[in-house]
Nanobody
């Protein structure tokens, strides 16, 4: 199983970026999908999570600015980030809870990080 993240880059304060993460490989069911981030010198934190049914949860710091969505047909999770602030600068990681067969429990898998830099 692989999670491939893309879409990071340099953006000015107030700008927008769209991160995408696609799951590939052999898996049976994808449950929750999420984005985490880790800023320099800080612990990794949850940014947003979306359940298989579509319900979402956001970190307080990104509510109203970020939107998480998923395309189940493409096994993809998207993070639309608007009104970006310098404090959003971090490496962003995607994450998915999935099963690899009908008889195995769900396990969390991590994608590689993508760097988001918000600076003028």
């Amino acid at each position: 199983v692989q999670l491939q993240a893309s879409g990071g880059g340099l953006v000015q304060p107030g700008g927008s970026l769209r991160l995408s993460c696609a799951a590939s490989g052999s898996f049976f069911t994808i449950y929750a999908m999420a984005w985490y981030r880790q800023a320099p010198g800080k612990q990794r934190e949850l940014v947003a999570i979306i359940q298989s049914g579509g319900s979402t949860t956001y970190a307080e710091s990104v509510k109203g600015r970020f939107t998480i969505s998923r395309d189940n047909a493409k096994n993809t999770v998207i993070l639309q980030m608007n009104s970006l602030e310098p404090e959003d600068t971090a490496v962003y990681y995607c994450n998915a809870a999935l099963t690899t067969s009908s008889s195995t429990p769900a396990k969390w898998y991590w994608g590689q990080g993508t760097l988001v830099t918000v600076s003028s």
